[in-house]
T-cell receptor, first 111, second 112 residues
Framework: AQSVTQPDIHITVSEGASLELRCNYS??????LFWYVQSPGQGLQLLLK??????LVQGIKGFEAEFKRSQSSFNLRKPSVHWSDAAEYFC?????????FGTGTRLTVIP | ETGVTQTPRHLVMGMTNKKSLKCEQH?????MYWYKQSAKKPLELMFV???????ENNSVPSRFSPECPNSSHLFLHLHTLQPEDSALYLC???????????FGPGTRLLVL
């Protein structure tokens, strides 16, 4: 069955430090992949997406993600985290009619 | 108004009440979705509509009844809910199924 795995439930980083959130997908030679961010009590906001082409994708708010077919991964990165980045992050892969979401990674930022 | 809107933003209801959640998208999309997000649980897909037809229904109890009268509007009718149905209900839309989804802000539902 198609699934997306986010191994880290909760990550804490210091403000200004670099960040990497992990995501592994299970299906497809040419997957469509997404990262979303959710602030408390809010809906999900699209950060970036990968459909094809360059494996390094730039998104909003200074985020980027790299697609690695050999590792079935699509990890999200940011070189310097800001306090406002504290939120929950969801990785997703497109299915036939829908997106399959991971369970999310909660990011805490320490001043 | 742009994007995906949801009303109400907050709802408190008793187990015998009937209420409806509304979602409206202003993006010209053809597919709409309902999700349930409970504390400490993964995002649960409830219903998918494509071109106003239901294409997916993930074993959702019949006390939840969706309605999609046109491609811009999606409703979730609620009746005789249980306390465990308390959650954030998210609506999303996309151009077609399986493509980039755009989410509304959600309705926070509390069932007493």
């Amino acid at each position: 069955a198609q699934s997306v795995t986010q191994p880290d439930i909760h990550i804490t980083v210091s403000e200004g430090a670099s960040l990497e959130l992990r995501c592994n997908y299970s299906y497809g030679a040419t997957p469509y992949l997404f990262w979303y961010v959710q602030s408390p009590g809010q809906g999900l906001q699209l950060l970036l997406k990968y459909f094809s082409g360059d494996t390094l994708v730039q998104g909003i708010k200074g985020f980027e993600a790299e697609f690695k077919r050999s590792q079935s991964s699509f990890n999200l990165r940011k070189p310097s985290v800001h306090w406002s980045d504290a939120a929950e992050y969801f990785c997703a892969e497109a299915g036939a009619n829908n997106l399959f979401f991971g369970t999310g990674t909660r990011l805490t930022v320490i001043p | 108004e742009t994007g995906v809107t949801q009303t109400p933003r907050h709802l408190v209801m008793g187990m015998t009440n009937k209420k409806s959640l509304k979602c409206e998208q202003h993006l010209g999309h053809n597919a709409m979705y309902w999700y349930k997000q409970s504390a400490k649980k993964p995002l649960e897909l409830m219903f998918v509509y494509s071109l106003e037809e239901r294409v997916e229904n993930n074993s959702v109890p019949s006390r939840f009844s969706p309605e999609c009268p046109n491609s811009s509007h999606l409703f979730l009718h609620l009746h005789t809910l249980q306390p465990e149905d308390s959650a954030l209900y998210l609506c999303a839309s996309s151009l077609q199924g399986g493509e980039t989804q755009y989410f509304g802000p959600g309705t926070r539902l509390l069932v007493l």
